[in-house]
């Protein structure tokens, strides 16, 4: 069955980076991608931006843009997420999720970027 | 970006009553090409991640009961519990992938 295993929590200090991982399996790692969205607390889920497994192309969320960074190991089958300059408006649990089935018809076939399987989360929390 | 609303904010409904959970987006989420709607819904209790049950606006994922059924179209959307359970407390988010950045709304939470 599909497993997201994200890495543990983490404290840090107001402008620190951070580096969360999210270990993948029981699918084809480079035929799906890998959305991240975070989520603080008592807030809706907010979209960062998704990376393909393998390819390593990504797109991000103009918000996150600047401060985050994605990245993959093929070999291991893991995506990490890298934010820095830390506020303390970053204190929220991190998700790795993953993309849905391409929808394919006569028409051809579409990216289905709903999030069909989710990690576990990772708190991060951002304190001085 | 794409804006996404929920009615009401919250609900409490009667064991095996209906509840109906309304979202609309600030654009069609019609795409042209594939006559879909790029929109899902998610059901969210404390301490867990989101769980997908709709995409596509209407198709149920694999294992979600089948009480739970989701209709609307280009940017008017409805979840619908035909009859709520115990287990069915939680909050409720719709969610467009149309275009980036996607967007979630605010949550609808549902009371027993």
Not at chain 1, 26 to 36: E, L
């Amino acid at each position: 069955q599909v497993q997201l295993v994200q890495s543990g929590a983490e404290m840090r200090k107001p402008g620190a980076s951070v580096k969360v991982s999210c270990k993948a399996s029981g699918y084809t790692f480079t035929n799906y991608y890998i959305h991240w969205v975070r989520q603080a607390p008592g807030q809706r889920p907010e979209w960062m931006g998704w990376i393909k497994g393998g390819s390593g192309d990504s797109n991000y969320s103009p918000k996150f843009q600047v401060r985050v960074s994605f990245s993959t190991d093929t070999s291991a089958n893991t995506v990490y997420m890298e934010m820095s300059s830390l506020r303390f408006e970053d204190t929220a649990t991190y998700y790795c999720a993953r993309s849905g089935l391409p929808y394919c018809d006569a028409t051809g076939c579409y990216t289905a970027e709903y999030f069909q399987h989710w990690g576990q989360g990772t708190l991060v929390a951002v304190s001085s | 970006d794409i804006v996404m609303t929920q009615s009401p904010d919250s609900l409490a409904v009667s064991l095996g009553e209906r509840a109906t959970i309304n979202c609309k987006s600030s654009q069609s989420l019609l795409f042209g090409s594939n006559k879909q709607n790029y929109l899902s819904w998610y059901q969210q209790k404390p301490g867990q991640p989101p769980k997908l049950l709709i995409y596509w606006a209407s198709t149920r994922e694999s294992g979600v009961p089948d009480r739970f059924s989701g209709s609307g179209s280009g940017t008017d959307f409805t979840l619908t519990i035909s009859s709520l359970q115990a287990e069915d407390v939680a909050v409720y988010y719709c969610h467009q992938y149309y275009s980036s950045p996607f967007t979630f709304g605010p949550g609808t939470k549902v009371d027993i």
